[in-house]
């Protein structure tokens, strides 16, 4: 018998080599890493190096294969097995055993297709991460410069805007020339108010460094009646807000946009310009998107109150419940540098639990905005739990102090990274029958 066992070793072995070197870059390699790596690793992006090209890829193809192998890259912090979202960045394993067979195999390159790697590529050539230009951007009229002194700065910023005719918002984007020293940044469109110059003022006003006087332009629009019109922002790992169907928000004919950065410590001086792209659809909006904060700086109370002991691993909870039917699109799950998990479930009037999402590692430098894959119906009545644990020991290699301090949380809206925060941001419409089951993947 084992006069038959050697050739069919033989022919085995053979076809293995056959199969590994059919295995090419363009054919092969070039659609993983272009859905699943490239949407960061692009020009502009807080990345140390692009894979835009098989260049690119080839010749940093054992240091990708050794963050692969150990799961480390693509960062996706969700666990899938609680609850999926739009757009995951996970490796399937027969996608992680190919990428290991084209490196084993000489990281053939393979025939180039011209049309098919730019219909992958044009969007990140574009400043956006979209696959069609803006219809309109408004940026920031004076650059605000970053002083490198290592302090942490709040600074507020207005832009005023005026176009045509009011137009119906599919999508909305903020970008930025440097985006490693933002450690998130908030913005709130207004309508222009009767009487006010939407040009008044302009420059950045930075907390505790400017007079009250910088911060007049604000008033009409923070401290005044007018009905800000939709609020959104960007952390590190986010991309964009859209909004499918007949969802979205109405942008005036006038008005501002106000947008608070939280600018991290830089050892460097750096200047920094924002914009945001705005995407229109043709369709009416029907059903306008809403948001509500649960947590640091929003609804509901921390229980036990967000005070961090030394050396201590604690858990702390929030809890929300809803006044009317709504349909979920999105979660923001947000925490600072001693978050360790993050836990949000809805528990319906009648007892039954709808996973929302679950981040067994926390990681502060990958959070995004998680939009669902369809509509998600919370009835009227259903409390939302917030459940974050945090790791104030040695261990937690994030810990900013050493040794760990006491450090407190949801004591004012001006957090530092140090402080912490427990806060589940949720963008809704009001439920309509069938909701749950639109999907809502599609992208504009």
């Not at 590692?361 to 998600?376: E, G």
Request: with cysteine.
């Amino acid at each position: 018998m084992s006069r038959y066992l050697f050739p069919l070793l033989v022919i085995a072995s053979v076809y293995g080599k056959i199969h590994a070197q059919s295995i090419t870059f363009y054919k092969d390699i070039a659609p993983i890493i272009y859905t699943r790596c490239t949407s960061c690793h692009h020009p502009g992006e807080n990345t140390p190096f692009s894979l835009m090209s098989y260049t690119d890829v080839a010749k940093r193809a054992d240091f990708i294969w050794q963050v692969i192998k150990r799961g480390y890259m693509p960062p996706w912090k969700p666990d899938t097995a609680y609850r999926h979202f739009c757009g995951e960045r996970v490796l399937s394993s027969q996608q992680v055993q190919l990428i290991k067979e084209w490196i084993d195999s000489g990281k053939q390159v393979g025939k180039p297709d011209s049309t098919r790697e730019e219909q992958y590529l044009v969007k990140f050539f574009q400043d956006t991460k979209l696959n069609r230009p803006p219809d309109l951007t408004i940026q920031m009229e004076h650059p605000y410069l970053i002083e490198g002194d290592n302090k942490e700065r709040f600074v507020f910023v207005k832009i005023p805007f005026e176009i045509d005719s009011p137009r119906n918002v599919e999508a909305i984007e903020f970008v930025a020339s440097n985006l490693r020293y933002i450690h998130h940044v908030n913005y709130a469109i207004y309508p222009a108010v009767e009487g006010v110059d939407i040009h008044q003022g302009g420059k950045p006003a930075t907390l505790d460094e400017d007079s009250p006087s910088a911060f007049q332009q604000f008033d009409p629009y923070l401290k005044g009646n007018v009905q800000m019109i939709h609020y959104g922002g960007w952390i590190p790992g986010t991309s964009y807000e859209s909004f499918p169907l007949d969802i979205g928000f109405v942008l005036p004919r006038k008005g501002v946009v106000i947008l608070t950065f939280h600018f991290a410590p830089s050892p460097v001086d750096t200047m920094i310009t924002a914009a945001l792209h705005f995407f229109f659809k043709q369709t009416p909006i029907r059903r306008k998107i809403e948001t509500i904060s649960i947590g640091s700086g929003g609804i509901g109370n921390i229980m036990p109150p967000l005070l961090i002991l030394p050396n201590q691993i604690d858990s702390f909870e929030v809890t929300a419940e809803t006044s009317k039917d709504i349909s979920l699109l999105y979660v923001w799950p947000h925490m600072h540098l001693l978050g360790k998990s993050f836990k949000a479930f809805a528990v319906t009037p009648a007892h039954d639990t709808i996973h929302l999402i679950y981040i067994p590692n926390w990681d502060f430098s990958w959070q995004d905005l998680y939009r669902f894959p369809h509509l998600i119906y919370l009835p009227k009545g259903s409390v939302v739990h917030v459940i974050g644990v945090y790791d104030n020991t040695e261990q937690n290699p994030r810990n900013p102090f050493h040794p760990p301090q006491m450090i407190f949380g949801d004591t004012n809206e001006l957090m530092k990274t140090t402080d912490e925060m427990l806060t589940l941001i949720l963008l809704y419409v009001d439920y309509h029958m069938g909701d749950e089951h639109v999907p809502i993947c599609n992208e504009p």
